[in-house]
């Protein structure tokens, strides 16, 4: 149910849409019916929507949305709150918010667990907040908690200059955490430094196993976060320092790995991944408390800022995906959907 205090929203909108799965030209724009908020929810009247990986999966037909979640595209979303519902704090009416979607960013209108839902200051643009609800879950629950990364540690982050890899450098740095990058090409390397990575490693160019080895003397890294998969699994266990873990959050190089099984057992490794989209409403609620009091306010108060690379039209999805997909982008995509 909508509140009645809320204000008039249109029964339609302009969403980005595909009939079937395919490359980045199937994305178009179409018509569809406003979503409802259910009891838990916000609607969101969206001013910017993040574009992600998972989204680019999503339109090739390779991650199907889970049940009950929107068939549209978009992962995180910032704007105003315009509906709420029954379950829903007063207060949150007409907040500013950045959201992690399930889902349906990707239009003019959004809703989402209000739990879900970060405040985002008045002096604060809307565009760098959506830029940040999908890596800064998916960075803090993978680095910080099932990679458990200490300060004084190493870390190792494949795809230094994505979305995912500039947020795991500054949130690593910020915690005074050593960041060991690989990137494609030297100007990439160039930024991850000026990022504040201690080491960014051409792996075009260079062997990272052989040059991480050489940077820490031998120790090796404390933390991998690879988003590769396939043959890079290997090689990067043979970076990882004795009990050493190694966190698997894409298979963008291959769904399969060969392992020596004696290394894992005499390094005492530990193996692990996750993926943010499935799990349920609760486990995402209590992970915005942990970044709403740990991680959050340094971007409120400016200690830190997304990478931003291209803003595209919401209509112009298609080539914001090729973007991405081409590997030409540093830091985030973003789509202009609101004013």
Request: aromatic share 6%; glycine share 12%.
């Amino acid at each position: 149910m909508i509140e009645a205090s809320a204000p008039i929203v249109p029964e339609t909108m302009q969403a980005i849409g595909f009939a079937a799965p395919g490359g980045p030209d199937v994305l178009h724009a179409q018509m569809v019916a406003v979503p409802q908020p259910g009891p838990h929810d916000v609607l969101i009247k969206v001013a910017y929507a993040g574009v992600n990986r998972p989204d680019c999966a999503q339109r090739a037909g390779l991650y199907p949305p889970p049940p009950g979640a929107s068939p549209l595209l978009g992962l995180e979303v910032a704007g105003e709150v315009v509906a709420t519902g029954s379950k829903v704090p007063a207060e949150m009416l007409g907040a500013r918010i950045a959201a992690l979607t399930p889902g349906g960013g990707y239009a003019e209108y959004c809703t989402a667990p209000w739990q879900h839902c970060l405040p985002v200051p008045d002096h604060m643009d809307l565009k760098t907040a959506a830029a940040l609800p999908e890596t800064l879950f998916t960075v803090w629950h993978n680095v910080f908690e099932r990679g458990m990364v200490r300060e004084g540690e190493r870390l190792l982050v494949h795809g230094g200059t994505s979305g995912i890899g500039t947020m795991a450098v500054m949130l690593a740095k910020a915690f005074g955490v050593e960041v060991i990058v690989t990137c494609g090409d030297a100007d990439k390397c160039a930024a991850a430094r000026a990022l504040g990575a201690d080491l960014a490693i051409n792996y075009r160019e260079e062997d990272f196993v052989a040059a991480v080895t050489a940077h820490t003397g031998g120790a090796g890294v404390d933390v991998v976060l690879d988003m590769v998969g396939g043959d890079y699994v290997p090689r990067n266990l043979q970076c990882l320092a004795p009990d050493g873990r190694h966190v698997t959050i894409a298979v963008l190089g291959g769904a399969k790995a060969q392992l020596f099984m004696p290394l894992i057992m005499m390094k005492r490794l530990t193996l692990t991944g996750s993926t943010l989209r499935p799990r349920s409403d609760a486990f995402k609620a209590a992970l915005a408390d942990e970044l709403a009091a740990n991680a959050w306010p340094l971007f409120t108060g400016g200690e830190l800022a997304p990478v931003m690379d291209q803003t595209f039209a919401l209509a112009d999805a298609g080539a914001a995906h090729a973007r991405m997909e081409a590997g030409e982008h540093i830091g985030k995509i973003v789509l202009r959907v609101g004013g």
